[in-house]
């Protein structure tokens, strides 16, 4: 996570930003604070933003990239103060007692509001990168605490790997994981929001259609599989509890898990809050066969294979 860089940079840096999944989600009960306890697994795949900090006078933000609008209209996701990585530049800038003043430009892959944290991956980004800018040598402590300060995803953001996700899931330790795995993700229609997601899981819990909770699932199969590599034990261990939600809002994510399953997956799941379908192929190859068969289905509109884990936000030489 840190760039080992000395003093300030004078060209652009570029940070490269990974997509995350959670292979295990268990969400407790709404708290006081609005948020709801986590007992979740995140793992960092190989489909990535790029963010680049140049010098500039004042803060100014350009996105490019599927969701992020065009010159005939506007996109999903502001490219003004209310953007995440406009904050993160502004609270590293107010915490490091300089003036923010850079340029910076994402390059959006990751599929927005789709269950894969890119805008904390963005964010997370652009704190690694302005650091190196800046010239701000921030502590490994002091990006993370910045970082939960932003989202509750974007401290994975910095992490990247496999990690285990507690509190409302800023708390984020490295698990140990050996193995590489192959993944399909699968996106289907428009992106859902979060907090909209936790809401109808609040409210399954309470009208008893799901079960109710006293606390998050706990992820220790997940963990045991993590460690012992195989992709069949990790398929029989994948789990998240906010799943049943988000199909009760979008009830055509039943079909693009089935068709992920009939297509060779050896387990299919929903990213984080969705809408994205993670299927976890046998391998390499399986997986790209698994994209191919998947992007002929028709129940998606973007298919990518990827792997990891891959490593947080990192500058890229
Ligand atoms: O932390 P972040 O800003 O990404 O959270 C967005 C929203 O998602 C929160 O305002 C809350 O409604 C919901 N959330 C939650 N429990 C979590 C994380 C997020 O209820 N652990």
Do not use: C
């Not at 976890?280 to 998947?294: H, I, M, T, Y």
Request: hydrophobic residues 45%; negative net charge.
């Amino acid at each position: 996570m840190s760039s080992g860089a000395t003093g300030t940079a004078r060209e652009a840096v570029v940070v490269r930003a990974p997509a995350k999944m959670n292979v295990h989600l268990g969400v407790g009960p709404l708290r006081a604070d609005g948020f709801h306890g986590l007992a979740t697994v995140y793992f960092a795949v190989s489909l990535h933003d790029t963010v680049t900090a140049r010098p500039g006078e004042g803060l100014s933000l350009r996105l490019s990239g599927e969701g992020t609008g065009t010159a005939s209209g506007p996109g999903q996701v502001p490219s003004d103060r209310t953007n995440l990585v406009w904050r993160a530049a502004e609270l590293l800038a107010e915490s490091a007692g300089v003036r923010p003043d850079a340029d910076l430009e994402v390059a959006k892959n990751i599929p927005v509001a789709g269950g894969l944290a890119g805008g904390s991956a963005d964010a997370a980004a652009t704190l690694v990168a302005l650091d190196v800018l800046w010239g701000t040598r921030a502590g490994r402590e002091d990006l993370l605490r910045l970082a939960a300060q932003l989202g509750s995803d974007v401290p994975f953001g910095l992490v990247g790997g496999v990690a285990l996700g507690t509190g409302r899931g800023e708390h984020v330790s490295p698990v140990l994981a050996a193995g590489r795995w192959h993944w399909v993700l699968g996106m289907a229609g428009e992106g859902l929001s979060t907090p909209a997601v936790y809401g109808e899981l609040d409210r399954l819990r309470a009208e008893g259609r799901v079960p109710d909770v006293t606390g998050p699932t706990p992820p220790d199969p997940v963990l045991a599989a993590l460690r012992a590599g195989t992709a069949a034990e990790l398929a029989a261990a994948l789990s998240n509890d906010m799943q049943p939600a988000a199909l009760n809002l979008r009830p055509d994510l039943r079909r693009a898990l089935r068709a992920a399953e009939d297509a060779g997956a050896l387990a299919a799941l929903v990213s984080g809050s969705g809408p994205t379908v993670a299927a976890l192929a046998p391998d390499e190859q399986g997986a790209v066969r698994l994209a191919a068969e998947l992007a002929g289905a028709g129940v998606f509109r973007t298919v990518r294979a990827v792997t990891g884990p891959v490593p947080g936000a990192h500058v890229v030489p």
